[in-house]
């Protein structure tokens, strides 16, 4: 995780999945509690799995971030990842960068 005045940038790697959804956002909610940056940027260009439960974690992080403020945005996803947000439709809504 990388932070500065405007931007914290999380890297994700591996597989976001109903195994460790769990885990995942309790370190964002962390994120979201010890910084004040505008910007949530999850790097996903090491994420080789996303599942449904996946997916519900993102929305749920979208949501948070923007009931303070924030925006929430994906930077280069894998192919696979990308084909899972065009599938579900929320390439759009997660702030593909």
């Known amino acids: 995780m990388t932070v ?13 999945d109903a195994l460790n959804t769990g885990a995942f956002m309790t370190a964002f909610h962390q ?15 090491r994420l080789t799995f996303l599942d449904s439960a ?6 749920e992080c979208q ?5 303070r403020g924030r925006r929430l945005a994906l930077r280069d996803p894998m192919p696979i990842v990308h084909q899972v947000l065009t599938i579900t439709g929320l390439l759009d809504d997660l702030g593909l960068r």
């Not at 004040?36 to 260009?45: G, M, Q, R, S």
């Not at 949501?63 to 009931?67: L, Q, Y």
């Open 4 to 16: 500065d005045e405007r931007t914290v940038r999380v890297d994700l790697g591996g597989e976001l």
């Open 31 to 45: 994120v979201l509690a010890t910084s004040d940056a505008a910007l949530i940027e999850f790097d996903v260009n």
């Open 54 to 59: 996946g997916v519900q974690a993102l929305i």
């Open 63 to 67: 949501t948070a971030a923007c009931a």
